[in-house]
Nanobody, 117 residues
Framework: QVQLVESGGGLVQTGGSLRLSCAAS????????MAWYRQAPGKEREWVAD???????KYADSVSGRFTMSRDNAKNTVYLQMNSLKFEDAAVYYC???????????WGKGTVVTVSS
C-alpha cells in the first residue's frame, strides 16, 4: 500500500514562511510525479504545484513566485517551501502521488497551515 505522510504545517504570521514535507513509501518514487494540493474551509480542493521525475515544476498562479516545490529522490520526499504567506494560503495541504505504472492517484492525510495577522 502506497503511503504518503505530510508534515511541517503549523501557525505562521502573514509574510512568514513554512516548509512542508511529504514522505512517500511503497512507490517507485524516482519515476513518480508528485503534487501538492490544498483545501480551505468551504472551498474545493485546488492544485498548488507539481514536480515531475526530472524535477520540472509547475505552479498555480496564486502561488507562483512565492512557493517552491522540490524533491529528494534519495529520501523519497518532496517539499513545498512557502514564503510570503497570505491569509488566503491557509488550508489543509495534501500531497498526491501518481502511480507511474497504473496512473492511479494516491493521497496523504494532509497537514494544516494556519496564517494569522
Amino acid at each position: 500500500q502506497v503511503q504518503l505522510v505530510e508534515s511541517g504545517g503549523g501557525l505562521v504570521q502573514t509574510g512568514g514562511s513554512l516548509r512542508l514535507s511529504c514522505a512517500a513509501s511503497r512507490i517507485a518514487f524516482n519515476l513518480t510525479t508528485m503534487a501538492w494540493y490544498r483545501q480551505a474551509p468551504g472551498k474545493e480542493r485546488e492544485w498548488v504545484a507539481d514536480i515531475k521525475p526530472d524535477g520540472t515544476t509547475k505552479y498555480a498562479d496564486s502561488v507562483s513566485g512565492r512557493f517552491t516545490m522540490s524533491r529528494d529522490n534519495a529520501k523519497n520526499t518532496v517539499y513545498l517551501q512557502m514564503n510570503s504567506l497570505k491569509f488566503e494560503d491557509a488550508a489543509v495541504y495534501y500531497c498526491k502521488a501518481r502511480g507511474p505504472f497504473t496512473g492511479r492517484d494516491y493521497w496523504g492525510k494532509g497537514t494544516v497551515v494556519t496564517v494569522s495577522s
